[in-house]
């Protein structure tokens, strides 16, 4: 889709996690093109926005992928108290019922 537009480097997408107000995860999505001010505005929207924003990148395939830097960090245990903690509790709000 960038690829046709006169500046690719100014795409970046948010994916927001359902519900949007309980959910705190927001991935910016950076196209193959996009700059690193646009990423920073990215960043700095979603901080206003007071979402834990993560990083993803278009795959060859053409669906997000988490760098992985990104991928290490959900391998990590989460401890009580720490900053994802009740992130399952929150995830299950998505659920059935």
């Known amino acids: 889709m960038a690829s046709r537009l006169t500046h690719p480097e100014r795409v ?8 949007v107000a309980v ?12 700059d690193e001010a646009t990423l920073a505005t990215a960043f700095a929207t979603g ?17 997000p992928a988490p760098d992985p830097e990104v991928l ?10 720490g900053p ?5 509790a929150r995830a299950g709000a998505v659920g059935p019922r």
């Open 12 to 19: 970046v997408g948010f994916h927001f996690f359902n519900p």
């Open 23 to 34: 959910m705190p995860l927001l991935e910016v999505v950076s196209g193959g093109q996009t």
């Open 47 to 63: 901080k206003v926005l007071k979402k834990t924003r993560i990083l993803v990148r278009h795959s060859p395939e053409g669906r």
């Open 72 to 81: 290490a960090l959900l391998e990590q245990p989460t401890r009580p108290g």
């Open 84 to 88: 994802h903690a009740g992130a399952g």
